[in-house]
């Protein structure tokens, strides 16, 4: 979604922006159901509301009018100038199927619908009509999609995720992207100004778990409107494709912090919505001692015991580490199912086990599932 300025009076069509979802098999039933999520924008034209935009930006980021016109500014600011559309109907085709979602968009501009499909179907379209092990199989599918208004059809994808199998739900500033959310200038710097830089080794961790039939879900306080930079530099730097889960955010006046790394209770959400549709299948938990990571996997792992299978959280170096924090955060969790790690060397032992995380005993002092 590019950073260009229309003429005033110039009606540019709507456009869709798909974010990669996930699909999975209910529990009772023989059917998929498959996650649709995006969002319907217009680029804002150059009047005063976007003048008036980019000025409180610049205000709160305190950047330089060179800044501002810096390539990477413009291709990091896009997600931020554009139009939301609200209640737009968005059509979907997958394979030979023609749908509408359930639900129109919302004032965000956001959508999230579902589409069922039954076992057989899934498999003839994922795997050209030969049965197999689909459930295990963790098989991406392309689609696309429109709106009355777009000019054209636009990609999404979803990866359809089987019952059992290792996942990894993974934060990514400070864990495999650098950051420093610590210091309030260099978080700016990093995020709208600098080329985003790969935690060296993370890329290759990664693709070496997936290597093994392992899912992944990338999951960060960091809002929607980064998403295209971010799925970018995922790409870029090799990272294994998952589903994304970022924050919402309404861009009215904002503070600094809030345009880069809001509050987490969006980030707990999304992690329990990635458990509660995988009960099946077992979990690493990857993110860093910068944020509340430690904390909020903490708080998941005591609920969801019997699905945690370990919590990794990278060292920042920038910051010394509190371990009474630690222990408070992890608490009743025993000590073999978390660790602190500063290089990606020290997580190479994870996968493979044999039975990896099956036979964990439940977690004392826990909930029971």
């Known amino acids: 979604m590019g950073f260009t300025q229309p003429s005033a009076g110039y009606r540019e069509p709507e456009q869709l922006e798909f974010y990669p979802t996930f699909g999975r098999l209910h529990k009772r039933r023989p059917e998929w159901r498959l996650s649709i999520h995006g969002r319907v924008?217009?680029?804002?034209?150059?009047?005063?509301?976007?003048?008036l935009i980019l000025r409180m930006?610049?205000?709160?980021?305190k950047a330089t009018p060179e800044q501002l016109d810096s390539d990477i500014f413009r291709e990091r600011a896009a997600g931020f100038l554009c139009v939301p559309r609200n209640r737009r109907r968005v059509r979907i085709r997958l394979g030979d199927r023609n749908l509408k979602l359930n639900k129109r968009s919302r004032r965000s501009g956001h959508f999230l619908g579902n589409i069922r499909m039954t076992e057989y179907d899934a498999s003839m379209i994922a795997i050209g009509?030969?049965?197999d092990d689909f459930a295990t199989n963790n098989a991406w599918w392309a689609f696309d999609g429109c709106t009355k208004r777009a000019n054209g059809w636009s990609d999404g994808v979803v990866q359809m995720v089987g019952r059992v199998g290792p996942s990894v739900i993974s934060d990514i500033d400070d864990t495999i992207k650098w950051s420093n959310v610590a210091s309030r200038r260099e978080l700016i710097a990093n995020t709208f100004f600098r080329p985003f830089r790969e935690?060296?080794?993370?890329?290759?961790?990664?693709?070496?778990?997936?290597?093994?039939?392992?899912?992944?879900?990338?999951?960060s306080s960091s809002p929607w409107q980064l998403y295209r930079p971010l799925s970018d530099f995922l790409e870029q730097s090799e990272f294994p494709a998952g589903s994304f889960h970022l924050r919402a955010l309404r861009l009215r006046d904002p503070s600094v912090l809030q345009l880069v790394v809001g509050r987490h209770r969006s980030k707990r959400r999304s992690i329990k919505r990635i458990l509660k549709s995988f009960s099946s299948r077992q979990f690493v938990l990857v993110g860093d001692t910068g944020e509340k990571d430690p904390e909020i996997?903490?708080?998941?792992?005591?609920k969801y015991p019997n699905q945690i299978a370990q919590i990794c959280v990278r060292?920042?170096?920038?910051?010394?580490?509190?371990?009474?924090?630690?222990?408070?955060?992890?608490?009743?969790?025993?000590?073999d199912r978390w660790r602190v790690f500063e290089s990606p060397a020290e997580l190479v032992d994870l996968f493979p086990q044999p039975n990896f995380g099956w036979q964990r005993t439940r977690m004392s002092g826990s909930p029971s599932m």
């Open 199 to 219: 935690i060296d080794g993370m890329a290759s961790l990664y693709r070496d778990w997936a290597a093994q039939g392992t899912a992944f879900h990338y999951v």
């Open 41 to 51: 924008v217009k680029p804002r034209p150059d009047n005063l509301r976007r003048r």
């Open 315 to 335: 060292r920042i170096p920038e910051e010394p580490l509190d371990y009474s924090r630690l222990k408070h955060a992890f608490r009743e969790i025993p000590k």
């Open 57 to 61: 930006i610049q205000r709160v980021l």
């Open 129 to 131: 009509g030969q049965r």
């Open 297 to 302: 996997y903490g708080s998941v792992a005591r």
